[in-house]
Nanobody, 120 residues
Framework: QVQLVESGGGSVQAGGSLRLSCTSSTDISSRCMAWFRQAPGKEREGVAAISATGSYTMRGRFTVSRDDDPKTLYLQINNLEPEDTAMYYC???????????????????WGQGTQVTVSS
């Protein structure tokens, strides 16, 4: 079982930056990991994914990275826009196999989310 806890969200002004953290109960260095977000009234969308080998998929101003700590994942968001306001979730694939890792992978473990609010 993998338990994920996100942190680092908050209220910021447009143009600012945030680094979100995802802390796991177990080693996630061998798992496909991703960040998603969901704004009120909108569908959940993926923003970044990273494989066990470090290959990644990212959208624009989002940078996903792993820490030297095998239980930690980050999401750096630069030049924040009001449209980035959403709940941000960390997700982990259910297995540690070597299948391709992207935003359409099967993520079985999810955190509770951390809120990001951007004001203009």
């Amino acid at each position: 079982q993998v338990q994920l806890v996100e942190s680092g969200g908050g209220s910021v002004q447009a143009g600012g930056s945030l680094r979100l953290s995802c802390t796991s109960s177990t080693d996630i260095s061998s798992r496909c990991m991703a960040w998603f977000r969901q704004a009120p009234g909108k569908e959940r969308e993926g923003v970044a994914a990273i494989s066990a080998t470090g290959s990644y998929t990212m959208r624009g101003r989002f940078t996903v990275s792993r820490d030297d700590d095998p239980k930690t994942l980050y999401l750096q968001i630069n030049n924040l826009e009001p449209e980035d306001t959403a709940m941000y979730y960390c997700a982990a694939r259910g297995t540690t196999d070597v299948r391709p890792c992207n935003l359409k992978s099967d993520f079985n473990y999810w955190g509770q989310g951390t809120q990001v609010t951007v004001s203009s």
